[in-house]
């Protein structure tokens, strides 16, 4: 079985889309909140169990060097391929083969997603292929997308041109690769995407994984002010509604007992001690009375408004309410169990999910927390929100 402790970022370009800042630094070079990105980078690698990263650099690689040194002060292993800046991706991967091990992390070092490294390498090593890609969705179309996978997890198409129908998503790099890669690699200079992507497709040897964690990119100017606020230290936490907050609302005179807010012991302690402690708080709710007819569209958001006032009153800050007004039947991507809540609140907050708490009440909740990557505590009959809340801060 494949297992990963080497990366590999490729972080030789020139960035001139970039200009004029990479007039005198490097693309990954550039200051995210007051380090630079590729920092970024290698401290998520290291929180997935990385022990070695290769720079392979070109363009001002001193810059790089002269910042990161050998690694130890990053907790990591650092080594450095300098090529020519004219090499394309591919020979400057096939100018690193020495310090490759036989199965490593590929990534480009203009891309952040939320890492989960032991997923990645269970879902490759499912599929047993010479790689794996890993593949933003876009479902919000936050880029075009280039790649399509069939319903196996093999990707069967890599459209360069983005022109094609019914495409999977947006290729972000973080690739799986086996060393024998290197058999299918030329001398000459060449590009990765352009060579290797399709013979590796022609031989079904390209699982594609799947994911809805948007991805983070210093690649154009106009993304720099995205991935900043992204990358900005944060405290994060998704607080169920009911069972959580308030008591669950009996079916009968639904509207008015959900109206009615009977808070739970403690819980408006617990979220004035979070908003006093600087989190940010997200409201994740199933609310199907609307899809069973028990409530309108507007009796549901005069509702949700009124309990905001309600809390705003009490010095309590939420920074927005997510609810899916869909029944079980429906098929929806946001109803609990579902992640789909989690995920268009990252996608609307730039949040990184994977640094985000959320607390819950039942196995639902588990469940959608676990597959949104996020770490999820339940209150229990002798743990209230105020105990879990107690422990969250003071840890």
Known sequence: MVQIKQAVILAGGMGTRLKPITDTIPKPMILMNGKPFLEYLLG???ENGIEEVVLLLGYLPEKICDYFGDGSKFGLRIKYSIGEVSFETGKRIKFAEELMGDNFLLMYCDNYWPLN????VEYHNKHDVLATVTIYTNKDNFSKSNMKVDEQGYVVLYDKSRQEKNLSGV??????LSKDIFRMMPETNFSFEKKIIPELIEKKQLAGYLTDHRYYSVG???RLPITEDFLRQKKVIFLDRDGVINKK????DYVKKWAEFEFLPGSIEAMKKLTDEGFEIYIISNQPGMARGMMTEKDLRDITNNMMKLLENKGIKIKKVYYCTHSWDDGCECRKPKPG???QAGRENNLNLSKAI???DDERDVTAGE???IRTILVTSEKSLLDVVKEIVNT
């Open 44 to 46: 998520m690698l290291k």
């Open 117 to 120: 490294l032991n997923n990645l």
């Open 171 to 176: 290729e972000i790099g973080f690739y799986i």
């Open 220 to 222: 154009s100017l106009e």
């Open 249 to 252: 609302a009996p079916k009968a």
């Open 341 to 343: 809540m989690f995920y």
């Open 358 to 360: 959320f607390i819950g």
């Open 371 to 373: 597959a949104a990557g």
